[in-house]
Nanobody, 123 residues
Framework: VQLQASGGGLVQAGGSLRLSCAVF????????MGWFRQAPGKEREFVAA???????FYADSVKGRFTISRDNAKNTGYLQMNSLKPEDTAVYYC??????????????????WGQGTQVTVSS
């Protein structure tokens, strides 16, 4: 199983980016997909997740600004990020977890990870 994250870059505060996560070797609609991020000097933290039913979950810090989705035909997940803030600067990682996972916000529940993509938001 391989996950390939892309779409990161440099953007001004208030701008938008869309991250993509292409999944190979696993059918994305049958698994939970999550996004996590790690800022310099900080631990990796949960950002968003989408389960098999399409229900979405967000960290409070991104709720109302970020949207997680997936395209089953393309076997790809997305993270649309709007109204970006400097504190959103981090390396963003996508990951997949088995369908029965309970703790969507816990990185140890996810068994495959992408390589990470850098998002930098300038003030």
């Amino acid at each position: 199983v391989q996950l390939q994250a892309s779409g990161g870059g440099l953007v001004q505060a208030g701008g938008s980016l869309r991250l993509s996560c292409a999944v190979f070797g696993r059918t994305v609609r049958n698994y939970v997909m999550g996004w996590f991020r790690q800022a310099p000097g900080k631990e990796r933290e949960f950002v968003a997740a989408i389960n098999l039913s399409g229900n979405t979950f967000y960290a409070d810090s991104v709720k109302g600004r970020f949207t997680i989705s997936r395209d089953n035909a393309k076997n790809t997940g997305y993270l649309q990020m709007n109204s970006l803030k400097p504190e959103d600067t981090a390396v963003y990682y996508c990951a997949v977890a088995p369908p029965a996972v309970i703790g969507l916000g816990y990185e140890q529940e996810y068994d495959y990870w992408g390589q990470g993509t850098q998002v930098t938001v300038s003030s």
